[in-house]
């Protein structure tokens, strides 16, 4: 098993930047493909991006691409999500996520594959 702790989210205003991270503890950080995926008030939740276990593969969501970067650290255990040019249709929950058994392709990675999951951390963009 494997425990997720997100953190860095916060309030900002439109244009604004902000870096989630995802901390892991508990079984081997490298061997999971990780995501970030997001709920808005109201709205159901949805896939923001994925990366590979050895973080040279990513994918994204048409929303976020070209805004939104993710990224991960196996040493420090540390999965990341860089926002920049934030939009108030960014304002959500994010979670972060694992999946111990995904080799496939990071698109046709969907939701209920993963196994692990965070609390979530709201981010609140201002217009």
């Known amino acids: 098993q494997v425990q997720l702790v997100e953190s860095g989210g916060g309030l900002v205003q439109a244009g604004g930047s902000l870096r989630l991270s995802c901390v892991a503890s508990g079984r081997t950080f490298s061997i999971y493909t990780m995501g970030w995926l997001r709920q808005a008030p109201g709205k159901e939740r949805e896939f923001v991006a994925a990366?590979?276990?050895?973080?040279?593969?990513?994918y994204y969501a048409d929303s976020v691409k070209g805004r939104f970067t993710i990224s991960r650290d196996n040493v420090k255990n540390t999965l990341y999500l860089q926002m920049n040019s934030l939009k108030s249709e960014d304002t959500a929950v994010y979670y972060c996520a694992a999946d111990p058994n995904w080799s496939g392709s990071l698109h046709q990675l969907r939701e209920d594959e993963y196994d692990y999951w965070g609390q979530g951390t709201q981010v609140t963009v201002s217009s």
């Open positions: 990366i590979s276990r050895s973080g040279r593969n990513t």
